[in-house]
């Protein structure tokens, strides 16, 4: 065939109509053939994962859920405890065959959680470790950009659409997912008495979410629904989808502190009061916290599982900063091991951030922070050099970094 008439064997095009004309054996394909052939392999590569049978699952027991999350998350035993057995009764809750009509069989139902606990703590650290195990979609969602339906901000349903885009648009596996909601505390009312006025960022998105956590269908808009208001709604039934919250409650202690002390008449008074763990008071968080601090009766109600997340000690963060797999230290030395330079450190230099994170009160979080403020001018310099070198982090050199840094730096958590 002579160039002149080479031609799209697909469509008919002829070359000087299109592109670009890709010649093949016996025949020939334009670009524009090439980029549909495209998306009709994604559409059906996408069907085909959508008819993957979704009710599989790797039963794992909750002793191997914690012995996972303890490779990555130091302490926090008891926050570990009930979140792997939360998603071990959700692994055998969707596992469960519907029970027929007229049958005996006992239908299980949901529990959501609320995890308390301060900044820095692990909350969501414990969500994301979670969710390199988990085989069913699993989300993490931020309460504080949830508005009433109408206003700026995101509908609560946005919330399903992550977890919705997680299962690549599979409804049936999105209906069997966990869904994390991040900073739930920063959607409490801003009294104890029922608003007068509109609240659409607090009590208005709380009245919002009871049918989120309910159990109900659930009309989602698959792209969001303010930017694609033409967009064909997706309906989703939330009846087996596990909710997690998590918040730092931020002054419950006192809140605590004064319903234990109200609590305590008669004789045993003064020593119920001296057993009390003055530095850890989230510990007796109950539902009526709460609801003092903020939370409308009906959403604390549809969290039945309440667990508190300790404050970090000293010893807790020295070894969060040289333990976990993925231990900030472990990341620096990888860094600098990719630019060929061994990285060590003195053992007093551990202890130096650990202080500096207690004095600050930035939590596991401002670990980071601190490293950066010491290890930023050699990240700086040292790559330029090319030779193999070594670097060892003095404790007179980690003092130096940190005086030369502005305090009110340090004091952003």
């Known amino acids: 065939m002579a160039k002149d008439q080479e031609k799209c064997s697909f469509c008919g095009k002829k070359k000087s109509d299109v592109t670009l004309l ?24 996408g069907a085909l994962r959508k008819n993957v049978d979704t009710s599989i699952f790797e039963l794992l027991k909750p002793v191997d859920i914690k012995k996972h999350l303890d490779q990555y998350v130091i302490g926090q035993d008891d926050a570990k405890k009930v979140l792997a057995v939360a998603v071990y009764n959700h692994y055998k809750r969707i596992s469960q065959k519907p029970a027929k009509k007229n049958s005996d069989d006992v239908e299980i ?31 993490i969602a931020d309460a504080t950009v949830l508005t009433e ?3 700026v901000g995101e509908d609560v349903e946005s919330v399903l659409t992550r977890l919705l ?56 808009a698959p792209q969001g629904g303010r930017k694609h208001p033409e967009q064909r709604m997706i309906q989703i039934n939330t009846e087996n989808i596990l909710f997690i919250c998590g918040g730092a409650f931020d002054g419950i202690e006192k809140i605590i502190g004064s319903r234990l002390k109200t609590n305590m008449i008669g004789y045993t008074s ?18 009526q916290d709460l609801k003092s601090f903020g939370l409308i009766p009906e959403l604390v109600g549809r969290l039945p599982i309440i667990t508190h997340l300790k404050p970090l000690n000293s010893e807790t963060l020295k070894r969060i900063l040289t333990e976990p797999k993925n231990a900030l230290t472990k990341q620096y030395i990888k860094l600098f091991e990719m630019d060929h330079i061994a990285l060590t450190f003195d053992e007093e230099v551990f202890d130096l951030i650990v202080s500096k994170s207690i004095e600050y009160k930035l939590g596991a979080r401002g ?17 330029s050099v090319l030779e193999d070198q070594q670097l060892h982090i003095t404790l007179k050199l980690a003092e130096e970094k940190i005086n030369k840094i502005d305090r009110s730096l340090l004091m952003v958590a």
């Open 22 to 45: 890709i010649a093949g054996l016996d025949a020939h394909i334009c670009d524009a053939c090439v980029e549909q052939a495209e998306t009709i392999l994604k559409e059906e590569l």
């Open 367 to 383: 670990l980071r922070t601190i490293m950066e403020v010491i290890m930023t001018d050699a990240m700086f310099e040292m790559p």
């Open 270 to 287: 003064a020593n119920e009061r001296e057993n009390l763990d003055q530095d850890n008071m989230v510990q007796y968080v109950a539902p």
């Open 109 to 139: 139902e949901k529990s959501n959680i609320i995890l308390v606990g301060e900044t820095g703590t692990g909350k969501t650290l414990l969500a994301r470790t979670i969710a390199r195990l988990l085989h069913v979609p699993f989300c």
């Open 149 to 151: 339906a109408g206003y």
């Open 165 to 220: 885009q997680v299962a690549d648009y599979n409804v049936e596996a999105a209906e069997k997912g966990i869904v994390f909601i991040d900073e739930i505390d920063k959607i409490a009312r801003k009294s104890d008495n029922p608003s007068i006025t509109r609240d659409v960022s607090g009590e208005g998105v709380q009245q919002a979410m009871l049918k989120l956590l309910e159990g109900s269908i659930v009309n989602v």
